[in-house]
């Protein structure tokens, strides 16, 4: 009956506070870095379909919960891994050669100058999103820790 309880509390931390703690603390760094959710549909998304962010998280979160709560061996490696694809997936934002320049200004040291700001304000919100994965790690390595009973308050 103990392993149910900390399956069942493991998931809930994970999945349920770890989803509202993550979302949260996303939106106030992004709220830090003046980033709004339309800046993003102009800016980032362009009208396009994009996957929600909560999908991604929630995945992540389940498959690093179980691995951690069955002591899979290489999982911190494996964490670290997924950190680094997620970085390199959004290297176009974080270092924006490639993206062209505003239009619409007259002088060209506006024109620099914008861009320059463009170009920060895409590495605060790629630098935002790999923070809020890290949120989202630690609360699947918390969860996994309470499944597997590493963190268990209950008297055996």
């Known amino acids: 009956m103990e392993t149910l309880w900390r399956w069942v509390i493991g998931s809930v931390v994970s999945l ?11 939106d106030r760094v992004r709220s830090h870095f003046k980033i709004s959710e339309q800046w993003i549909a102009t800016n980032f998304d362009f009208g396009l379909p994009n996957l929600p962010c909560y999908l991604t998280g929630t995945l992540e979160r389940v498959f690093f919960t179980i691995l951690i709560a069955f002591d899979v061996s290489g999982v911190s490696t494996g964490m670290m891994t997924w950190l680094l694809i997620k970085v390199v997936s959004n290297w176009n934002l974080i270092y924006p050669q ?27 919100f790629a630098y935002s999103g790999l923070l809020g994965t890290l949120m ?16 268990w308050w209950w008297p055996c």
């Open 16 to 26: 349920i506070i770890g989803q509202f703690v993550t979302r949260t603390f996303v």
């Open 98 to 124: 490639n993206r062209g320049s505003i239009k619409g200004h007259d002088s060209d040291e506006d024109q620099s100058d914008k861009d320059q700001r463009y170009k920060a304000q895409l590495r605060r």
């Open 136 to 151: 989202s790690m630690l609360f699947a390595l918390i969860g996994g820790l309470i499944c597997r009973g590493a963190i």
